[in-house]
Every structure is written in structure tokens, then in C-alpha cells.
């Protein structure tokens, strides 16, 4: 199957064993998360609205789906977040799935855009849960150096499971007291 659809080939020397291809290997990246150690950032925050008729109720939830997938959090109900410019990805997805007729917006907050007591942080921490993915980190952490986490794929497999679940937004906007770099670097280390 994987050959057929061009992931892999057959080496016709030596041991005749599979080589992923290099379709296989971008179909991998993917597939597993990549820690973003750069994360370029330009001081504004997304914000991605939308008004899909309920009739598209299926269009609505396959473009929830993609805003999750392209690392966005939801603030409200048809109210998304990023501090990544989406807007060519919004507009690639809305001529694939021919959306073009409907409303969605997005607009962007310089990095004072909040009214109230509420700053980026905060408004990061309301969105993406950022304090529950910390204790999973702290979790992965604490595992590795008390040895519950024992074979090189339980580390693999639980730190990708936690990366999968990292927004990956910019290190400005990640609490004081983050600890998923830390968490990286005891991964590495070991991998």
C-alpha cells in the first residue's frame, strides 16, 4: 500500500528493505509534530470570525476543524484566535471547499489590542489552556527524571502526544513559568 502510494520503495540492493521516499518523508511531518524552536512572530494577534449559515452546518464544522489543525484556539463560538497570520491558509481552504460566497473575516490586534485587565498572556492562557499543556510538560519532566518513563519510544510516543497539543505560540506570549522548552530539551537530549 505504502509503495503503491509512492511512501516507500524497494532498494533493489542489498537487503531489499523499504526506503521512505521523499513524499513519505513530508507525508511524516505532517503526521508527527515538530517543535518550532524560532517561532517568528509580528507583534499582532489574529482574530478569524465567521457567519456560515446553519443550512452548512457540515462546512462550519469542516472549518472549525481546519482553524484547530492550523493552530488556532477558540475564544468563542465562531470567534477564533492566532498569533500567526492565517490569512493565506483561510483563503487557500475557502477556494478548495467554495466558501467564497460566505463571511469569514480576519483582523489582527497590534500587541496592546486588549481593553480591561486582561493582556496577551492572559488572553493566550483563555484560549489555548496554556497552564494545563505546562503540567503536561512538568508531567513528561518529572516522568523522564523519576524513571517512569523508562524505554526510548514511552519518551517518544508521550512527548509527541503533549507536541501535538502545543499551539507552538510565540515565547513572548508563553507564561513566566513555562516549562515545554525545558521539556524539549530533556527530549532531545534522550532522542
Not at 526506503?19 to 513519505?24: L, P, R, Y
Not at 464544522?61 to 463560538?77: A, E, M, S, T, V
Not at 526510548?152 to 497539543?165: A, P, R, V
Request: hydrophobic letters at 35%.
Amino acid at each position: 500500500y505504502l509503495k503503491r502510494k509512492g511512501l516507500v520503495q524497494i532498494a533493489t540492493e542489498g537487503l531489499a528493505l523499504p526506503a521512505i521516499t521523499d513524499m513519505g518523508k513530508k507525508r511524516l511531518k505532517s503526521i508527527i509534530p515538530q517543535y518550532d524552536n524560532k517561532r517568528v512572530w509580528d507583534n499582532r494577534i489574529y482574530i478569524i470570525t465567521y457567519d456560515l449559515p446553519r443550512e452548512n452546518n457540515t462546512q462550519r464544522n469542516i472549518l472549525r476543524d481546519y482553524l484547530k489543525k492550523i493552530g488556532c484556539g477558540c475564544l468563542q463560538y465562531s470567534v477564533w484566535l492566532t498569533p500567526y497570520n492565517p490569512k493565506n491558509l483561510i483563503e487557500e481552504f475557502v477556494n478548495k471547499h467554495d466558501l467564497d460566497e460566505e463571511l469569514i473575516l480576519v483582523s489582527s490586534l497590534g500587541r496592546d489590542g486588549t481593553i480591561g485587565e486582561m493582556d496577551l498572556r492572559d488572553l493566550m492562557e483563555k484560549v489555548y489552556k496554556l497552564s494545563k499543556l505546562n503540567d503536561r510538560y512538568q508531567d513528561f519532566i518529572d516522568n523522564v527524571k523519576n524513571k517512569v518513563l523508562t524505554t526510548q519510544t514511552q519518551i517518544i510516543f508521550n512527548f509527541l502526544s503533549i507536541l501535538k497539543d502545543d499551539p507552538q505560540i510565540p515565547f513572548k506570549l508563553l507564561p513566566i513559568d513555562w516549562v515545554g522548552d525545558n521539556a524539549y530539551k530533556l527530549y532531545k537530549g534522550i532522542i
